[in-house]
């Protein structure tokens, strides 16, 4: 009980932290301009979004690291894992927020501007990271590889470990970030996450992990201070793939990633419409020579919009099926 009163205490300090340096961070981006693009393919009425500052993952980034390192700094310091062991998301969320920074600021100021980094190039660096993480992991942190809901028993993966962990965090980072195109559908669904994780952390005595879950949702709720419709601040990849990745790097942490499709089912349902989408425009274009789309738009909640439902109807939806998988994800791991 004493430790979920701390991790609720810091979830509070980081929410104050990040509204309060909001502002400031706003009128920055103001003045360098840095400011969303919105494509000419997405809904008309998206376009008087044009300009709104991006890269405001940077809001809650800069609080979670300054409140984690400061609380754990004896513990990674000295000689106990536990402790050292947060370094490990803390670590992952910065160098996909590196990732996303880059792909905004070239986006947004540099020579492809209104596209971003290359795809590819943006796949590669994730590659990278992903596998080198899930090596840490596994050889370094020795986390529990995966506890099957139900039975309680962890699996030894062996080799396949890094594999598999690293096609997860490169899918969680890149799932939040096609999650984020509606004002505060992403901070809200990785709160959630987080949210649920965070407890499932501190049930099974990871203290430290849960704290940094609970640090984060308060930082979440401090950037959504900005976020929620209408948007004075847009997330962009620096939070969106660094949210992404840290989920699944929590996740693994805990052993219990078997369970983050239901956890995270908007996410994933979100990676799964833009799948479908491309491979059935592939399959059709191959078949009757003129490709057909799926959904009128992907991702997902872009679909939604033009069959009517408005900005916050789709966000408060998806949100109330989040929680409610949230709810069942923990369930799960209670059994």
């Given at each position: 009980?004493?430790?979920?009163?701390?991790?609720?205490?810091?979830?509070?300090?980081?929410?104050?932290?990040?509204?309060?340096?909001?502002?400031?961070?706003?009128?920055?981006?103001?003045?360098?301009?840095?400011?969303?693009?919105?494509?000419?393919?997405?809904?008309?009425?998206?376009?008087?979004?044009?300009?709104?500052?991006?890269?405001?993952?940077?809001?809650?980034?800069?609080?979670?690291?300054?409140?984690?390192?400061?609380?754990?700094?004896?513990?990674?310091?000295?000689?106990?894992?536990?402790?050292?062991?947060?370094?490990?998301?803390?670590?992952?969320?910065?160098?996909?927020?590196?990732?996303?920074?880059?792909?905004?600021?070239?986006?947004?100021?540099?020579?492809?501007?209104?596209?971003?980094?290359?795809?590819?190039?943006?796949?590669?660096?994730?590659?990278?990271?992903?596998?080198?993480?899930?090596?840490?992991?596994?050889?370094?942190?020795?986390?529990?590889?995966?506890?099957?809901?139900?039975?309680?028993?962890?699996?030894?993966?062996?080799?396949?470990?890094?594999?598999?962990?690293?096609?997860?965090?490169?899918?969680?980072?890149?799932a939040i970030n096609f999650t984020d195109g509606l004002d505060g559908l992403a901070g809200l669904i990785a709160a959630t996450a987080f949210i649920a994780y965070g407890g499932i952390a501190m049930l099974q005595g990871q203290v430290f992990v849960g704290r940094f879950c609970f640090t984060l949702v308060g930082a979440l709720f401090g950037f959504l201070w900005f976020n929620v419709h209408p948007a004075s601040l847009f997330m962009g990849d620096t939070g969106s793939l660094a949210l992404g990745a840290t989920l699944a790097v929590v996740a693994l942490m805990t052993?219990?990633?078997?369970?983050?499709?239901?956890?995270?089912?908007?996410?994933?349902?979100?990676?799964?419409?833009?799948?479908?989408?491309?491979?059935?425009?592939?399959?059709?274009?191959?078949?009757?020579?003129?490709?057909?789309?799926?959904?009128?738009?992907?991702?997902?909640?872009?679909?939604?919009?033009?069959?009517?439902?408005?900005?916050?109807?789709?966000?408060?939806?998806?949100?109330?099926?989040?929680?409610?998988?949230?709810?069942?994800?923990?369930?799960?791991?209670?059994?």
């Amino acid at each position: 009980m004493e430790q979920m009163s701390l991790a609720l205490s810091l979830a509070g300090l980081s929410f104050m932290m990040t509204v309060i340096w909001g502002a400031p961070l706003l009128r920055v981006l103001r003045h360098f301009k840095i400011g969303k693009i919105i494509r000419v393919v997405e809904p008309g009425f998206h376009q008087v979004k044009m300009g709104t500052p991006t890269m405001g993952g940077v809001l809650f980034l800069l609080p979670v690291a300054l409140i984690t390192i400061m609380l754990n700094a004896v513990s990674i310091i000295g000689m106990q894992p536990t402790g050292r062991s947060i370094l490990m998301p803390l670590i992952t969320m910065f160098v996909y927020a590196t990732i996303g920074a880059l792909d905004d600021w070239e986006g947004v100021r540099g020579k492809r501007r209104g596209d971003g980094m290359k795809a590819r190039t943006k796949l590669i660096l994730q590659i990278i990271l992903a596998l080198s993480i899930a090596a840490v992991l596994k050889y370094m942190l020795d986390v529990p590889e995966l506890i099957i809901p139900g039975v309680q028993v962890v699996l030894d993966l062996g080799f396949w470990y890094v594999p598999v962990a690293a096609f997860i965090i490169i899918g969680g980072s890149n799932a939040i970030n096609f999650t984020d195109g509606l004002d505060g559908l992403a901070g809200l669904i990785a709160a959630t996450a987080f949210i649920a994780y965070g407890g499932i952390a501190m049930l099974q005595g990871q203290v430290f992990v849960g704290r940094f879950c609970f640090t984060l949702v308060g930082a979440l709720f401090g950037f959504l201070w900005f976020n929620v419709h209408p948007a004075s601040l847009f997330m962009g990849d620096t939070g969106s793939l660094a949210l992404g990745a840290t989920l699944a790097v929590v996740a693994l942490m805990t052993g219990q990633w078997a369970i983050l499709p239901v956890i995270a089912i908007i996410p994933v349902s979100e990676a799964l419409s833009v799948i479908i989408q491309i491979g059935y425009f592939k399959l059709t274009r191959r078949t009757t020579g003129e490709g057909k789309r799926f959904f009128k738009m992907a991702p997902m909640h872009l679909h939604f919009e033009l069959l009517g439902w408005s900005e916050t109807q789709v966000v408060q939806r998806f949100w109330l099926i989040s929680l409610l998988a949230a709810m069942f994800g923990i369930g799960l791991a209670l059994v």
